[in-house]
């Protein structure tokens, strides 16, 4: 059974900086496309950026977040930096097969962590 285990949510203030990290297995970390997706309270899920052959963000945070994978660890990162109060969601690490489906739609992830919260003050 596939596991993305995330880690690194918290309260942060503003224009601050939180890493996040989802440690999965070895073949999931270096066969299959991963990423981000948030969910905030009374709102849909969203993309939040993809490592997939090349590196995708949405526009809301291109910039100030930055994703990345350590094949040593067997872990994707999301550096998130310059923290808005708009950024306060549920952050969610996906997978799915490499090159399947949209990159963008949450329905074509295969696997989902179990969320960690993240919540940016003003």
């Known amino acids: 059974q596939v596991q993305l285990a995330e880690s690194g949510g918290g309260l942060v203030q503003a224009g601050g900086s939180l890493r996040l990290s989802c440690a999965t297995s070895?073949?999931?970390?270096?066969?299959?496309?991963m990423g981000w997706f948030r969910q905030a309270p009374g709102k849909e899920r969203e993309f939040v950026a993809v490592?997939?052959?090349?590196?995708y963000y949405a526009d809301s945070v291109k910039g100030r977040f930055t994703i990345s994978r350590d094949d040593a660890k067997n872990t994707l990162y999301l550096q998130m930096n310059s923290l808005k109060p708009e950024d306060t969601a549920e952050y969610y690490c996906?997978?799915?097969?490499?090159?399947?489906?949209?990159?963008?739609?949450?329905?074509?992830?295969?696997?989902w962590g179990q969320g960690t919260r993240v919540t940016v003050s003003s």
């Open positions: 490592d997939s052959w090349r590196k």
């Open positions: 070895e073949h999931i970390a270096r066969t299959y496309d």
């Open positions: 996906v997978a799915k097969e490499l090159f399947s489906g949209s990159i963008y739609s949450a329905q074509d992830y295969e696997y």
